[in-house]
């Protein structure tokens, strides 16, 4: 974003938007009447209870719900169950549709946007604020960047009365608002640290017909480094909207994420991963994932990092490639062999290891079906050139 | 001459005891580092490879005057060992703890810039003057003494282009990792600007990755102030939009951060870009 960075999707646990109004209902911030259902009948009964028009919204964590079809606009419980059951099952973004909001529907004059998040380049948190709400807030920081206010909050004072001011001066915003608009921007602001958030946002933030303001739509996103003091966000993951193989990787001590190419990589360290991701492409191939097996890893940590790679079916090559340090290289060849002698693997397997004890490493792999590779660019050379074997042989 | 730490520097470990503290005070140690004290609350008076322990960094500075801190302690303490160690004095921080939450690490840098105490990370593997002083977790041996400055945002990968330099001739004057968090004590322009100013640097390898502006700032840096030649490299040209790469801070996030805009802002400011790791020394050379 202009003149930010906004440290959004990092390390962070994204909440659907029920719990996020949840949330932010705590901090006294005003919200539609609505409730959580899993069935059309349920949608039905709150259809009934709410009366007139009622919104109906998938809960999935990702943008794009109004497009994909995910959110309806109903009059009356019998449209309402009829819509939750064409939404219900849908799948967005590849993920299934299981639960839905039911919200009573708001007569909306304008939508505003207001928003916190934490600003890498700056080292605080930021909060924004536009007249342009309801549209995504990174394609109007592109458009109309005049459009989006913002403040910069030192952590030793928080958001500060002047500041909500400038936000609301910066954004138009009627005088009869104002007491409104603070009491929700203040709201929005305790509810941030206290949630150990890295983003928070309202979009759209509606002001009514009847002249107030209401939250129609609420983002929050969770730093999972703070789980340690947030007990209860065990209850607020929901595992159907992970990758099997990721959660898997995931539960052995692993980062994994699955590309579309051909060439499962293993590596130690996030940024040499990525480097050895990009030295295939460079050579002419296709990673077929991001592996890092972390520091320091165990035999039994690189068996499973090698298990989760050849469980790949588009996989036709993995490239292992190690600068041992804290990671040992005997151990690596240890968790290589242990697999090998499990199951054949049907695709080759090229080896660089380099660093603490790489000798070791390389005696305990010369008996295995491996090719070793001296340097990166060798092994990355290697890995394509298999793959093009594999493929002109005729292989799986 | 080197930066930040050398000959003069000596290092206080916070969480001593512990299992990477006490195997890292062991490996700077045989590097030739002065290790002269460690700190683990209610360990006072115990040793760990020679070194004296105390309970408390201001007894431990007083005592010993170190002028360095080394810190391992886990994520949830590590906030308040910076706060201790910014309290005693100690003018630079090296955090090696990854995980920190990234609202603790707000309060931390704005309180340490409010003391002027310098902090390299956290989530950074330390930093090296090679021949001189070792302060965390890299390989020593890779490492050769020479006019070549590295500053990087990750870990191994960072010992991959030091072996390519070392293994082609090419020594290092220092070496930093600056750590892989999204909220970081020191930015790429705070290091160009102290390895311009060192005499003993004569030129300088950035190696950066996906996620944030920080190189892009260090482009527009480089451009305006420095005249050592600079070469870089940047991982993550294969790494798609919102999804993290390990790095906590490395995630191309609402369309900004990509690698592709990082090469650009520097082959703007005339910086040689390696396509790949081992090409750095040719470009060094050349």
Not at chain 1, 216 to 237: G, M, T, V
Not at chain 1, 381 to 389: L, S
Not at chain 2, 203 to 218: F, S, T, Y
Not at chain 2, 223 to 236: L, T, Y
Request: charged letters at 20%.
């Amino acid at each position: 974003m202009q003149g930010h960075e906004l440290e959004g999707q990092g390390n962070s646990l994204k909440l659907q938007e029920y719990q996020a109004k949840k949330i932010v209902a705590l901090y006294g911030i005003p919200l539609p009447e609505g409730e959580i259902v899993a069935t059309p009948q349920d949608a039905r009964r709150v259809a009934a209870r709410l009366g007139g028009k009622v919104v109906i919204k998938a809960q999935v964590p990702v943008g794009g719900r109004d497009k994909a079809g995910g959110i309806a606009l109903v009059d009356g419980p019998d449209a309402a169950e009829a819509a939750a059951r064409y939404i219900l099952g849908m799948q967005i973004k590849g993920l299934v549709v299981r639960e839905l909001l039911v919200e009573e529907a708001v007569a909306v004059a304008q939508e505003l946007y207001l928003g916190l998040v934490v600003d890498r380049g700056s080292r605080r948190i930021v909060m924004m604020a536009s007249a342009e709400g309801g549209v995504d807030i990174e394609e109007v920081a592109r458009r109309a960047p005049t459009s989006l206010v913002r403040v910069s909050l030192d952590p030793f004072l928080g958001l500060r009365p002047y500041q909500i001011r400038e936000l609301a001066a910066g954004i138009g915003l009627p005088p009869s608002l104002f007491t409104a608009f603070s009491a929700l921007a203040q709201g929005l602001y305790d509810c941030f640290p206290a949630s150990d958030a890295t983003l928070v946002e309202i979009n759209p933030l509606a002001v009514t017909q009847a002249g107030q303001l209401i939250a129609l739509d609420a983002k929050i996103l969770l730093d999972d480094n703070a789980f340690y003091r947030h007990p209860d966000w065990a209850a607020l993951s929901d595992e159907h909207q992970d990758d099997p193989r990721e959660r898997e990787a995931r539960e052995a001590g692993l980062s994994y994420v699955k590309l579309d190419g051909e060439i499962g990589c293993m590596v130690n360290g996030a940024g040499l991963a990525m480097a050895t991701m990009d030295i295939i492409q460079h050579h002419g191939g296709r990673p077929a994932n991001f592996l890092d097996i972390g520091g320091g890893a165990r035999a039994e940590r690189v068996a499973a990092a090698l298990r989760i790679i050849l469980a790949d079916e588009n996989v036709r090559a993995v490239l292992i490639n190690i600068f041992g340090g804290l990671t040992r290289c005997d151990e690596v060849a240890r968790g290589i062999l242990s697999v090998l002698s499990e199951i054949q693997p049907r695709v080759p397997i090229i080896v660089r290891l380099v660093g603490t004890n790489e000798e070791e490493g390389q005696r305990i792999l010369a008996r295995a079906n491996v090719t070793i590779a001296e340097s990166l660019a060798g092994a990355a050379q290697k890995a394509v050139k298999a793959v093009r074997g594999v493929l002109k042989a005729g292989l799986p | 001459m080197s930066i930040l730490v050398g000959n003069e520097t000596r290092v206080l470990v916070q969480g001593i005891t512990g299992r990477e503290g006490s195997f890292h005070t062991r490996q700077m140690l045989e590097y030739g580092t002065r290790v002269v004290a460690g700190v683990t609350p209610g360990k006072d008076g115990q040793r760990v490879e020679g070194v004296p322990v105390f309970d408390t960094v201001g007894e431990a500075v007083r005592a010993t005057g170190a002028n360095v801190s080394a810190i391992y302690v886990p994520p949830r303490f590590a906030p308040d060992a910076l706060y201790e160690a910014a309290d005693a004095g100690i003018p630079l921080l090296v955090c090696i703890t990854e995980g920190i939450p990234v609202l603790d690490m707000i309060r931390v840098c704005r309180y340490l810039e409010i003391k002027g105490v310098r902090l390299i990370g956290p989530n950074s593997p330390g930093l090296i003057s090679p021949g001189k002083a070792k302060v965390g977790i890299m390989p020593g041996h890779i490492h050769k003494p020479g006019p070549i400055g590295v500053i990087s945002r990750s870990g191994t990968l960072t010992y991959e282009v030091v072996w390519a330099l070392t293994s082609r001739g090419l020594g290092q004057s220092t070496c930093i990792g600056l750590g892989g968090d999204p909220v970081i004590g020191s930015s790429f322009t705070d290091i160009l600007s102290l390895l311009q100013e060192d005499s003993e640097t004569e030129a300088i390898v950035l190696i950066g990755e996906i996620g944030g502006k920080d190189e892009e700032r260090a482009a527009a840096y480089i451009r305006a102030r420095m005249s050592k030649p600079v070469v870089a490299f940047i991982a993550g040209l294969t790494a798609p939009p919102e999804k993290r790469m390990g790095h906590a801070g490395a995630i191309i996030s609402g369309g900004q951060g990509s690698a592709q805009e990082k090469i650009a802002a520097l082959k703007e400011a005339s910086v040689h870009i390696a396509a790949h790791p081992e090409e750095i020394p040719d470009l060094l050379k050349s």
